[in-house]
C-alpha cells in the first residue's frame, strides 16, 4: 500500500516566518500535487511536479521533488495571515490511477 | 472556470435514514470521485467513476453507493445512515482517465452529521 506521511501535523507561526512541511513515501511516485484547503472548502491545487529533482517556485511557496520521487518539500517565506490553511500532498500513480493523499499540514499564520 | 457543486452544506439525518449526497460538475470531466476527510485521517476515498455507468470501489466503500447516469453528475448514496459516517464529504472531478497528473477540482464539501 502507498502511503504518504506529512510532518508536522500543526504549525503556528507568527506572520513573516519561514516555514517547511515535508511530505515522505517509502514508495516511487509519478508525480506530486500539493493542494491548500481553506476552512469550509475544498482542496485547491496549488502545483505539480513530475520530474525527479524538480523545484518549482509560486510566488513565496517553493515545492521541490525529491531525486527519488519519493518524497516532496513545501517551504513558505515570510508568511503571512492568508497562507493560513490546511495543506495536502498527493501522489500520483496509485494502484487504480487514482492519487494518494497524505493527511495534511494545518497552518496557522498569525499577524 | 470548473465548478464542482454538491447539493448540501451542511446535512443532519436520523440513524437509518438513507441519504442522497449529489456532485455536479460543468467542465465535461471524465472522471468523478468521493472521499470523505475526517481530523486525523485525511482524505479517504470511497468510490470513484470513470464514465457513466461506470464505479470503482476505493478505499472505504462499505457502507456506501453510488450511480453516475449522467456525465456531470455523481451521488453517493449512504443506504442506512450510521453514527460513523458523520463526516466531510468531498466531491472531485478531473479531465483524465489517468490520474497520476491530472488536477482534482474540489466542491466546497457537505458536513454530514448523523444522529
Known amino acids: 500500500t502507498q502511503l504518504l506521511e506529512q510532518s508536522p501535523q500543526f504549525l503556528s507561526i507568527q506572520e513573516g516566518e519561514n516555514l517547511t512541511v515535508y511530505c515522505n513515501s517509502s514508495?516511487?511516485?509519478?508525480?506530486l500535487q500539493w493542494y491548500r484547503q481553506e476552512p469550509g472548502e475544498g482542496p485547491v491545487l496549488l502545483v505539480t511536479?513530475?520530474?525527479?529533482?524538480e523545484v518549482k517556485k509560486l510566488k513565496r511557496l517553493t515545492f521541490q521533488f525529491g531525486d527519488a520521487r519519493k518524497d516532496s518539500s513545501l517551504h513558505i517565506t515570510a508568511a503571512q495571515p492568508g497562507d493560513t490553511g490546511l495543506y495536502l500532498c498527493a501522489g500520483g500513480g496509485g494502484s487504480q490511477g487514482n492519487l494518494i493523499f497524505g493527511k495534511g499540514t494545518k497552518l496557522s499564520v498569525k499577524p | 472556470d470548473v465548478k464542482v457543486t454538491q447539493s448540501s452544506r451542511y446535512l443532519v439525518k436520523r440513524t437509518g435514514e438513507k441519504v442522497f449526497l449529489e456532485c455536479v460538475q460543468d467542465m465535461d470531466h471524465e472522471n468523478m470521485f468521493w472521499y470523505r476527510q475526517d481530523p486525523g485521517l485525511g482524505l479517504r476515498l470511497i468510490y470513484f467513476s470513470y464514465d457513466v455507468k461506470m464505479k470503482e470501489k476505493g478505499d472505504i466503500p462499505e457502507g456506501y453507493s453510488v450511480s453516475r447516469e449522467k456525465k456531470e453528475r455523481f451521488s453517493l448514496i449512504l443506504e442506512s445512515a450510521s453514527t460513523n459516517q458523520t463526516s466531510m464529504y468531498l466531491c472531485?472531478?478531473?479531465?483524465?482517465?489517468?490520474?497520476?497528473?491530472?488536477?482534482?477540482?474540489f466542491g466546497p464539501g457537505t458536513r454530514l452529521t448523523v444522529l
Open positions: 511536479v513530475v520530474t525527479g529533482g
Open positions: 472531485a472531478s478531473s479531465l483524465y482517465r489517468d490520474g497520476s497528473t491530472d488536477t482534482q477540482y
Open positions: 514508495s516511487v511516485f509519478s508525480s
